[in-house]
């Protein structure tokens, strides 16, 4: 992990929270000073506590705007996805 400065980290809403997987990966690395990028899926019921979760677990790591999708939205992926990546 120390050769990358920024991480993307995807995953998808489980129970209106960082499914367990993600908590363990960004506990398991130093990612103080890397910028996050999440893009996170959900059923409809919105982020959850997973923004909190990720910085108390990654606090000193620069959490950058999260990119979120309600699931069954396919239509407007692709749009979204290029406006996130682009800004």
Known sequence: MRQYDAIY????????TAP???RSFVQAYDLSA???YPF???G?????N???ILTSLAPRAELK???SMEADQERRTLEQ???????
């Open 9 to 16: 980290l995807g995953f998808p809403i489980w129970g209106m």
């Open 20 to 22: 367990p997987v993600i």
């Open 34 to 36: 890397k910028a996050m």
């Open 40 to 42: 996170i899926t959900h």
């Open 44 to 48: 409809g019921y919105g982020l959850g």
């Open 50 to 52: 997973s923004v909190d």
């Open 65 to 67: 705007p999260v990119f």
């Open 81 to 87: 996805v290029r406006g996130w990546l682009g800004g």
